[in-house]
T-cell receptor
Framework: DVKVTQSSRYLVKRTGEKVFLECVQD?????MFWYRQDPGLGLRLIYF???????EKGDIPEGYSVSREKKERFSLILESASTNQTSMYLC??????????????FGSGTQLSVL | KQEVTQIPAALSVPEGENLVLNCSFT??????LQWFRQDPGKGLTSLLLIQSSQREQTSGRLNASLDKSSGRSTLYIAASQPGDSATYLCAVGALYDYKLSFGAGTTVTVRA
């Protein structure tokens, strides 16, 4: 089974701090994604990457950046954390971009609180 | 922009009853539709994936149907059990950009 591992389950940070969220997948997947999930809003795509060193903005990239130096690792960076970035952050990966049978595999999530 | 709606937002049923969860989407140009399960405070687990050329998929007690022309999918869970209590989300993959759009989910409680 595919395993997507997020480094922290819970994080508490101060406003203005630089925050790093790490995600590692073990199945040689090409694509990796970062979503945030807020009550009543569903999942919203922040950034995604379809290859090493490649990144694309999702629907809500403002205030975030990403890094993918190795195929298995995709990092989300909050340059200067703000309270409105308090959320559940979910990392996901998939094998082949746009394939009709492309399944998405998720990590367990990181609940980030910015005080 | 694809809009995905799941109604109702919450559902409570007695054990043994069949569950029917609905998902509607606004743009029929999709390449697949997935149903996920999410337990409280956890990530999402893929349950079923229906490719755009298919009408339904089945796995055990779960059956999902897809009607692209009407923009609807339904997830059926037969003979519900307390262990089925979770939030169920549907996600639709758009043909024009291959991104998934998620519904907000239906939270199911199965009472013993």
């Amino acid at each position: 089974d595919v395993k997507v591992t997020q480094s922290s389950r819970y994080l508490v940070k101060r406003t203005g701090e630089k925050v790093f969220l790490e995600c590692v997948q073990d199945m040689d997947h090409e694509n990796m994604f970062w979503y945030r999930q807020d009550p009543g809003l569903g999942l919203r795509l922040i950034y995604f990457s379809y290859d090493v060193k490649m990144k694309e903005k999702g629907d809500i990239p403002e205030g975030y950046s990403v890094s993918r130096e190795k195929k298995e690792r995709f990092s989300l960076i909050l340059e200067s954390a703000s309270t409105n970035q308090t959320s559940m952050y979910l990392c996901a990966s998939s094998l082949e971009w746009g394939a009709t049978n492309e399944k998405l595999f998720f990590g367990s999530g990181t609940q980030l609180s910015v005080l | 922009k694809q809009e995905v709606t799941q109604i109702p937002a919450a559902l409570s049923v007695p054990e043994g009853e069949n569950l029917v969860l609905n998902c509607s989407f606004t743009d029929s140009a999709i390449y697949n539709l997935q149903w996920f399960r999410q337990d409280p405070g956890k990530g999402l687990t893929s349950l079923l994936l229906i490719q755009s050329s298919q009408r339904e998929q089945t796995s055990g007690r779960l059956n999902a149907s897809l009607d692209k022309s009407s923009g609807r999918s339904t997830l059926y869970i037969a003979a519900s059990q307390p262990g089925d209590s979770a939030t169920y989300l549907c996600a639709v993959g758009a043909l024009y950009d291959y991104k998934l759009s998620f519904g907000a989910g239906t939270t199911v409680t199965v009472r013993a």
